[in-house]
């Protein structure tokens, strides 16, 4: 397997049957606990940017000559658009001296929003789709990633501001 396979398929992962997009998103969610037990949020995001970039490289190389610019076996975007959406569980996180973990509730909304943006492709994700190129490829994710995020902020508000959780 090339470098640029093993990259946007995130080391085959992205060969999983059905629906390879959610499986690239939960291999996600063990690498974000991993890059923010090992360096908090700022990791997190460093690998964040890493991950776009080496996945819009990956996406390139992968679709170059090809009729389909955003085959399903790619998917080093959910990844990325995965990692956008732990934002909002990492940085208060990190920010406060919390163990992640603690805050399993922003991650399963998350998760759940990510997947509900990437899949219904509202708004300014399905422009980003409608691109059908790589940079597409791409930020279709990471703006589905932004409005996971935001999601996961005005729940978290909810549950601790009104409901007082």
């Known amino acids: 397997?090339?470098?640029?396979?093993?990259?946007?398929?995130?080391?085959?992962?992205?060969?999983?049957?059905?629906?390879p997009g959610t499986w690239g998103s939960l291999a996600a969610l063990p690498?974000?606990?991993?890059?923010?037990?090992?360096?908090?949020?700022?990791?997190?995001?460093?690998?964040?940017?890493a991950v776009f970039f080496t996945?819009?490289?990956?996406?390139?190389v992968m679709t170059d000559g090809q009729d389909n610019h955003d085959p399903?076996?790619?998917?080093?975007?959910?990844?990325?658009?995965?990692f956008i959406a732990l934002w909002a569980v990492s940085y208060p996180s990190w920010a406060h001296g919390l163990e992640i973990?603690?805050?399993?509730?922003?991650?399963?909304a998350g998760f759940v929003l990510f997947r509900l943006f990437d899949i219904t492709k509202p708004g300014p994700v399905g422009?980003?789709?409608?691109?059908?190129?790589?940079?597409?490829?791409?930020?279709?994710?990471?703006?589905a990633?932004?409005?996971?995020?935001?999601?996961?902020?005005?729940?978290?508000?909810?549950?601790h501001g009104v409901m007082g959780l």
Request: hydrophobic share 60%; no cysteine; aromatic share 8%.
């Open 1 to 19: 397997m090339n470098a640029a396979r093993l990259i946007g398929t995130v080391g085959g992962v992205g060969y999983l049957r059905p629906a």
């Open 31 to 49: 690498l974000a606990w991993v890059l923010h037990t090992l360096g908090g949020f700022p990791l997190l995001a460093i690998a964040t940017i």
């Open 55 to 60: 996945g819009l490289w990956a996406t390139r």
């Open 72 to 82: 399903s076996e790619i998917v080093i975007d959910e990844v990325a658009g995965q």
């Open 101 to 108: 973990t603690a805050l399993w509730p922003g991650w399963i």
């Open 127 to 143: 422009w980003a789709d409608r691109r059908n190129d790589a940079m597409g490829v791409m930020l279709d994710d990471v703006i």
């Open 145 to 159: 990633g932004i409005l996971a995020a935001f999601g996961v902020l005005i729940l978290a508000s909810i549950a």
